[in-house]
């Protein structure tokens, strides 16, 4: 049975539709995101001894309910699109059922939205971005605090997720001459997204984003930012974060923080603005996507300028023109309208509804920012904390396996992983701070329980230095005076 199945693997890995449609760049992503809520659902089926396949709505059904209450609220959306994904491209007819089951579909559909709505994180308000502003621009502040306000401050204004804002390349001004206020034009960036869809079409999309140069302050913010980072010698380049993460050593990394380690950032930014325990709280990474976009809705902007600066579409749009400069520069105009109402005190998105416009009665702003258009978007803080669930389900279903075969055992104490992109990687040394690939092994890496059987994904370069003989290696630097943490 086990050979047969082998062999299967063998073939499906050299099935040429799946390799034309996936070995391209971004839809490996594809493969991985459909394959792992069934790897959830086989776990499951095998700790409640039921056969996982032939799918069985009734077993499905029960894992989503189970699920529920504790998954991310997009998983089971995700579990749906595995089983369509199954029915066809695998041609797997037992899914049939499962598709058009209406409880299954519902609960899924319910998981989602109730879920949403809980974990919403709440826009920043009007006074967070002035002082945010205010900090970016003072001279007195620490620079690095200052750095960081100016990184949120961009996702704010270019209504950007946070992976988005990190992603950012060529960031420029556009300014007009002359320049009256000394804040007129726009700020531009790019951002190559990656598509997960069935079609091959537009699997890079470069999408342009536009915001004003005038926020809510009179402060030339991203000047100062501009500055800032040029001062703290930020790298920068393809393929570099904007705001990476910094090392124990106080050097910047190569890579991002995660969206829950960059939350926190911005919450302890925020308090030492002089917020509260309590209006920071609920404050996370997607508070600035949605910042701009609310404050849009509140005002009652037409919807499908609300579509534009949020990036999503609706049917009948042409996703072509939602993504141009052009169509992007027309809706920004209308934020840059809202922000100088803002400014001049003649619109309050922050107080309730019937107090937005000071004058006037309110008109509902019945836009769900969130909700809809093809723009998943997400909060990436809740999916990073579901990595584990899958990781351990890994290890009961899948085959003991290793994109790179370590040579010689590897011990538990040895590894660990990065808690934001869950790579593994090998200890150097006794000391345990560093890694052998060379990076310092700081709080973002978490030691593993035990050495998982599914060596997935692994540090190719750890990886590789364990490969070779021990004995050949060479020798590490001088160890380490040896440290707490
Ligand atoms: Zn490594």
């Known amino acids: 049975m086990v050979a047969a199945v082998r062999k299967w693997t063998a073939v499906i890995m050299r099935c040429h539709v799946l390799y034309v449609m996936y070995s391209r760049a971004g839809l490996l992503e594809t493969l991985h995101s459909r394959a792992d809520p069934l790897i959830r659902y086989i776990a499951w089926a095998d700790r409640q001894v039921v056969a996982a396949f032939p799918f069985s709505e009734e077993s499905l ?59 919403q994180r709440p826009p920043l308000t009007t006074e967070m971005v002035l002082r945010l502003e205010r900090l970016v621009v003072s001279s007195s502040g620490d620079r690095v605090d200052r750095f960081i306000a100016g990184f949120f401050l961009l996702s704010v204004y270019m209504r950007g997720r946070y992976s988005d804002t990190q992603n950012m390349c060529n960031i420029f001004e556009d300014r007009p001459s002359p320049d009256p206020t000394g804040l007129g034009g726009y700020l531009q960036a790019d951002v190559a997204r990656s598509k997960t869809a069935y079609t091959t079409e537009r699997k890079t999309q470069l999408l342009p984003m536009v915001a004003p140069r005038h926020g809510l302050s009179d402060e030339d913010w991203f000047t100062a930012w501009s500055q800032v980072r040029k001062d703290l010698k930020v790298p920068i380049g393809e393929g570099k974060p904007v ?30 603005c002089g917020f509260s325990e309590l209006q920071c709280s609920r404050v996370g990474t997607h508070s600035c996507k949605a910042t701009c976009l609310s404050w849009c809705a509140r005002f009652g902007i ?4 609300q579509r534009v600066l949020g990036f999503h579409t609706a049917p009948g749009d042409r996703s072509a023109q939602v993504y141009s400069r052009d169509a992007v520069s027309s809706s920004v105009r209308v934020l840059e309208g809202v922000l100088s109402r803002i400014r001049k005190l003649e619109f309050a998105p922050d107080n309730t509804r019937s107090g937005y416009f000071p004058t006037v009665d309110d008109a509902d702003a019945g836009y769900d920012v969130e909700g809809s258009g093809s723009e998943a978007s997400l909060d990436e803080e809740e999916d990073e904390a579901d990595c584990e669930q899958l990781e ?41 701070n560093v890694l052998t690939c060379g990076r310092a092994c700081t709080r973002n890496y978490e030691k ?21 003989d021990p004995e050949g290696s060479p020798k590490a630097a001088p160890s380490q005076p040896p440290e707490g943490d």
């Open 302 to 305: 037409d919807s499908y300028d």
């Open 392 to 432: 351990i389900a890994l290890d009961s279903v899948a085959d003991d396996w290793a994109e790179e075969t370590p040579k010689r055992p590897l011990r538990a104490e040895q590894l660990v992983r990065n808690r934001a992109s869950r790579m593994l990687h090998v200890i150097a040394d006794e000391s345990g």
């Open 243 to 272: 705001l990476p993460a910094i090392l124990t050593t106080g050097h910047w990394a190569g890579h991002p923080p995660s969206a829950s380690v960059a939350a926190g950032w911005l919450r302890s930014l925020l308090r030492k």
């Open 448 to 468: 593993v329980a035990a050495v998982p059987s599914f060596l997935y994904p692994v540090c190719s370069r750890c990886f590789a230095v364990v490969q070779r």
């Open 61 to 119: 059904y029960a894992f989503a309910c189970e699920c529920e209450g504790k998954c991310a609220p997009s998983f089971l959306k995700s579990l749906m699109s595995s089983i369509s994904f199954c029915f066809h491209i695998l041609g797997a007819g037992s899914a049939q059922e499962a598709m058009n089951s209406k409880r299954l579909v519902g609960v899924a559909k319910a998981c989602y939205l109730t879920k949403r709505k809980r974990f």
